[in-house]
């Protein structure tokens, strides 16, 4: 008798030990779960961070190859601007100088 309640008392007991068993393996599971989820979340948030500040930085590089291009324009135009007003100058001196020289020959002769 005593043997069978030894050995009822050690089935409790087994039994007892593997609820808790099963107990903890799935506060474990519950655990890990949670754990994945925030570094997922985590992982998620600091993709979108990086996101929004490589699209920052291209909207900056954008904008800054704007503004060379505008001034390169600029630049463009304000060297065709001097060129053709040194032409321009530079023709007027020419025939000026060519008519005096003519009108110098004429006389002379």
């Known amino acids: 008798m005593r043997q069978s309640q030894a050995f009822h008392q050690s089935k409790l007991a087994m039994e007892q030990l593997l609820r808790e068993l099963r107990l903890n393996r799935q506060r474990a599971r519950d655990t890990l779960s949670m754990v994945r989820s925030e570094m997922r979340l985590e992982l998620s948030l600091e993709r ?8 920052g930085q291209s909207l900056k590089l954008q904008d800054l190859e704007n503004m060379v291009d505008t001034e390169v324009g600029n630049a463009h135009a304000t060297l065709g601007k001097m060129r053709h007003d040194i032409f321009y100058s530079l023709t007027g001196f020419f025939f000026t100088s060519a008519a005096a020289m003519l009108g110098y020959l004429r006389l002379t002769s």
Do not use: E, I, K, S
């Not at 979108?48 to 699209?55: S, T």
């Open 48 to 55: 979108g961070r990086m996101r929004d500040n490589v699209l």
